[in-house]
């Protein structure tokens, strides 16, 4: 065991857990953002069509599969300016936040800067590389600090906040200006519910140059593919470079079936929407729900969380939810500030969605 990494968060919600598994009529698990309605077909028979290749992989990923993100970025994000040969497939986009400190060899005893409220792997991604971390919004609070990297997540996991463009446009300006990386966390893009969330690599922020910025995205959320573990990471094309060079030493590559299952979901748009179209059904019903049982729902104008609060110890939320057999993650998971908000996932079932919220109103 890594000495300094803090214990695994979800599994410390064993007790709730099983007293919501004893309700009468089952759980309803909100406690994590996994998918699960089913993979698109095309998608399906995507990764079918190439299963007896039987060679390695390219650490880079198919031209093809490059060539459909840098379009999709431009499409759905209004994103232009990226090059095929600066996107690099990841393993999911897990094991690039967890390693991509080390990957970029931050020295250790470096700082790393992340939100206040985050998700939890950003901070072990530090602690791997022997960095220190400082959670923060106010890039002065740093003093005369630099940072090696300054992490951005928008829209937020957990809060669904969504940072506005002069806000990132200041975060990249103030990087630039002391070296620092900016990477910014896009796994929640497609997801905009009251606003629209505006990519770190849209020109409106950057000013028309992607030096130190790379923008980490997935396929987890936007095309149900947690199970395949399908992101890629792109931006500055020295700092893509460096990574995949390392990459190619560490064996890091994505299975050829998923690339090429990536390539069909990079491609296509419609099941994008008909997925946001359930979340949003979904978002309504337990947002209606949360509100008329005394909650309060803060932020969340995007992403796949409602971030609510009773006023009250997050755990004892957790624990009044658990009696009524839902299960949700408690707010100090993902940092101090957390602690008298409960995140509440939207991916259920419509049939456990509509159970929860007659729980909650019965």
């Not at 991509?100 to 590389?129: F, M, N, Q, R």
């Not at 700092?239 to 190619?248: D, F, G, P, Q, T």
């Not at 796949?304 to 004892?316: F, P």
Request: net charge neutral; glycine share 10%.
């Amino acid at each position: 065991m890594i000495k300094g990494l803090p214990d695994f968060p979800w599994d410390s919600l064993a007790g709730p857990a099983a007293q919501a598994r004893a309700h009468p009529d089952g759980v309803v698990d909100l406690s994590v953002g996994t998918p699960v309605d089913p993979v698109p077909d095309k998608i399906r028979a995507a990764l079918a069509s190439v299963s007896d290749r039987a060679g390695y992989p390219t650490t880079h990923g198919t031209p093809e599969l490059r060539q459909a993100a840098v379009e999709a970025l431009g499409r759905r994000y209004g994103v232009g300016g990226v090059a095929a040969d600066g996107v690099l497939p990841t393993i999911g986009s897990k094991e690039l936040v967890a390693w991509l400190p080390t990957l970029l060899g931050v020295a250790p005893g470096s700082v790393i800067v992340i939100p206040p409220l985050a998700y939890p792997t950003y901070e072990v991604g530090a602690l791997l590389a022997g960095a220190s971390v400082v959670r923060t919004d106010g890039l002065t609070a740093l003093g005369p600090r630099k940072p090696a990297i300054i992490w951005l997540n928008s829209p937020s996991n957990p809060t669904g906040r969504v940072l506005p463009v002069e806000h990132l446009r200041k975060v990249v300006t103030w990087a630039r200006e002391r070296g620092a990386i900016v990477v910014s966390d896009e796994c929640y893009m497609s997801l905009g519910w009251d606003v629209t969330p505006v990519s770190v690599l849209h020109h409106s922020v950057n000013e028309g140059s992607l030096d130190n910025v790379l923008a980490v995205h997935s396929l987890s959320k936007s095309s149900s593919l947690a199970g395949y573990r399908a992101g890629f990471v792109t931006g500055d094309p020295v700092l893509v470079a460096s990574l995949l060079e390392v990459r190619k030493h560490a064996g890091m590559m994505v299975p050829r079936p998923v690339q090429e299952a990536m390539t069909a979901a990079l491609s296509d748009d419609s099941h994008v929407e008909a997925q946001k179209e359930r979340y949003r059904a979904r978002r309504s019903v337990l947002r209606e729900a949360l509100t008329a049982a005394g909650f309060t729902i803060d932020h969340s104008e995007a992403g796949l969380y409602l971030w609510a609060t009773r006023g009250e110890d997050a755990w004892q939320t957790v624990s009044w939810l658990a009696e009524r057999g839902i299960l949700v993650a408690p707010g100090t998971f993902y940092g101090p500030t957390g602690a008298k908000h409960v995140r509440i996932a939207l991916t259920a079932t419509d049939e456990r969605v509509a159970a929860a919220a007659s729980r909650l109103t019965g």
